[in-house]
């Protein structure tokens, strides 16, 4: 008998029928002696649909309310699951992330889970009961309700798998598993058989949204056997692991992030500490900066361009204003019209050659590059959003 944690995304439970679908599936793995805890999202577009309803009512609506009205999509799921169930003869309950002891920290709409207190899962588990969880919330210090991030029942999962140390995670969801490129846009992409921990967290932050990439981060710290599989068609999906059997693959997929924007601060002077004053009060406001590139001009003066995501952009904006005389800048220049694109290959560290062809991809589909960042396992460049989809699989018809 094996512990199974099973995840489904809000397409795998957005209709009577997916859910039906789900249960048969659920109902399989229970019926062959295993115990299951299962982690739903929110049916469909809900959680959007309740963004919207609240925007209407008000657009600027306080975190904590937010996070109260975010929470119950996940708890229709659970119910409707556990009912889909009972109908098939099983015993099954549906449970909240208060009530599983899911703490989190306080910052509401991207809380952290400190923990989780197994103890009602343990209890209901040795009842030979399936348990569902309401994915993507938690609670805090306050016993109030909290939500830890857009796509995060992927971490609800992983944490709990952790927590009771599962024999494997499954994430299910409207693909085969992970490709070499969004499969919905580049109808060339292959499905990979592997992909290591950190390959795919360095994918999962660069845009391909197919999982929360805080979940990829604990299933490599707390070793969580974890697959991505579709709900829809019964195929192996795709393993993430600590180590795959590919290394003669240098890139293992590409992936494209429109959720970004770029400021140029122009003209600051080329002295030391100018950095350092401009990134720190840009950090105290907690805004995330990625990609930094210094270009040198004439008169002892540089330009510092860095990108922020899209959401942070007016506030680092006006924080860079507000500190304009001690950081000393002639004037920002601000684009959101740009998009990430980025290969991810931990091959590429033991072959030569990579960036050279991702540049040759982008030179033969004509298209320019705005600015270049790399890593040991990945190389992104900044081009114009309207040039991102073209880009994305001229580099990746390049490697595949
Ligand atoms: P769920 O609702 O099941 O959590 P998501 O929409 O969050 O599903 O993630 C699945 C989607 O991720 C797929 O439909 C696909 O379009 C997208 N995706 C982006 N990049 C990739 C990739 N490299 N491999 C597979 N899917 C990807
Ligand atoms: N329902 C939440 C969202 O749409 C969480 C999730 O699906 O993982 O972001
Ligand atoms: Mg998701």
């Not at 390959?199 to 974890?226: D, P």
Request: glycine share 6%; net charge negative; charged share 25%.
């Amino acid at each position: 008998m094996a512990l199974i944690v099973k995840k489904f995304g809000g397409s795998s439970v957005c209709d009577a029928e997916s859910i039906q679908r789900v249960a048969w599936i659920i109902a399989e793995t229970y019926s062959e002696g295993n115990n299951v805890v299962v982690v739903l999202s929110a049916p469909g577009n809900t959680t959007d649909e309740l963004i919207e309803k609240a925007m209407e009512i008000n657009p600027h609506p306080s975190k904590r309310e937010m996070d109260v009205l975010l929470s119950t999509g996940e708890q229709m799921s659970v119910a409707l699951m556990a009912m889909a169930l009972e109908k098939l003869g099983l015993p099954a309950v549906s449970l909240t992330g208060w009530q599983i002891g899911m703490n989190t920290d306080s910052e509401y709409g991207k809380a952290r889970i400190k923990g989780v207190s197994a103890e009602r899962l343990k209890a209901e588990l040795d009842r030979r009961r399936i348990v569902l969880v309401a994915g993507f919330q938690g609670v805090n210090k306050f016993d109030d309700i909290t939500t830890i991030g857009r796509g995060g029942s992927d971490t609800t999962a992983i944490a709990i798998a952790a927590e009771l140390g599962a024999d494997l995670c499954q994430i299910y969801t409207d693909v085969e598993g992970i490709y070499t490129a969004d499969p919905r846009y580049v109808a060339e992409a292959k499905k990979l058989d592997e992909i290591t921990y950190d390959e795919m967290i360095e994918l999962a932050s660069l845009g391909a949204q197919v999982l929360h990439n805080r979940s990829v981060e604990m299933a490599k710290r707390y070793r969580v056997k974890m697959e991505v599989l579709s709900s829809l068609v019964r195929k192996p999906g795709t393993k993430v692991k600590e180590v795959t059997n590919v290394e003669h693959i240098k890139v293992s997929s590409v992936a494209k992030d429109t959720d970004i924007a770029r400021i140029a601060v122009v003209e600051v002077r080329d002295e030391p500490g100018v950095a350092f004053k401009m990134f720190r009060v840009l950090a105290n406001e907690k805004i995330n900066v990625d990609i930094i590139l210094q270009s040198i001009n004439r008169n002892n003066t540089n330009d510092i361009s860095f990108t922020v995501a899209k959401n942070d952009m007016k506030r680092a904006v006006e924080i860079l204003e507000e500190n304009r005389d001690e950081i000393g800048f002639a004037k920002l220049e601000v684009t959101d019209d740009i998009a990430k694109v980025s290969v991810v290959g931990a091959g590429m560290m033991s072959a030569p050659g990579v960036a050279a062809l991702t540049f040759e991809a982008l030179y033969d589909a004509k298209i320019n590059i705005g600015m270049i960042s790399t890593s040991e396992i990945k190389i992104s460049v900044l081009v114009d959003s309207g040039d991102a989809d073209r880009a994305v699989t001229a580099i990746h018809n390049k490697f595949f």
